[in-house]
């Protein structure tokens, strides 16, 4: 099930990522367009104190990631895409924590989205339950998200 739902967030970040009709290069030399770039990077931040099921936190993260993708800048979807979509998810213990992250994020020039969920299985309507940061510039996604655990 878990398999299947994450199966499900990554279809649809790819067909977003085909309508915005990207050319890829060779990721191993992170070339973009025939210009070298940084390498890039997505962090999820999921909220450990709500005791979501593994189910829950798979869809939450895949929630997270789609909203990103959608609303990012193509200069730094482009390179994410030509590096493999690296993401990584990481635990927090609070909603402070999460709205304190976003406005970091958004403050350094990334890319933030917290998620809100809608209320009809585990937890109430509106609660946050999680934030993308990037993609982005891993040199300046870390400066928000390093001193965080893995989730």
Do not use: Y
Request: with cysteine; charged share 20%.
């Amino acid at each position: 099930m878990l398999m299947a739902l994450c199966a499900i967030g990554g279809v649809t970040v790819g067909w977003i990522a085909r309508s915005r009709t990207l050319q890829l290069r060779s990721f191993k030399t992170f070339a973009v367009n025939n210009h070298v770039t940084d390498a890039h990077k997505m962090v999820i931040v999921v909220r450990k104190d709500l005791d979501m099921s593994a189910g829950k936190v798979a869809v939450q993260s895949a929630h997270a990631a789609v909203e990103a993708v959608a609303k990012a800048q193509t200069v730094h979807l482009d390179p994410w895409f030509a590096q493999g979509q690296p993401k990584i998810v990481v635990g927090c213990n609070k909603a402070a924590t999460v709205d304190a992250l976003r406005q970091q994020a958004v403050g350094l020039g990334l890319n933030a989205v917290v998620v809100r969920d809608a209320g009809r299985t585990q937890l109430e309507p509106g609660t946050a339950t999680s934030v993308a940061i990037g993609p982005g510039p891993v040199k300046i996604v870390d400066k928000v998200t390093k001193h965080l655990k893995i989730f």
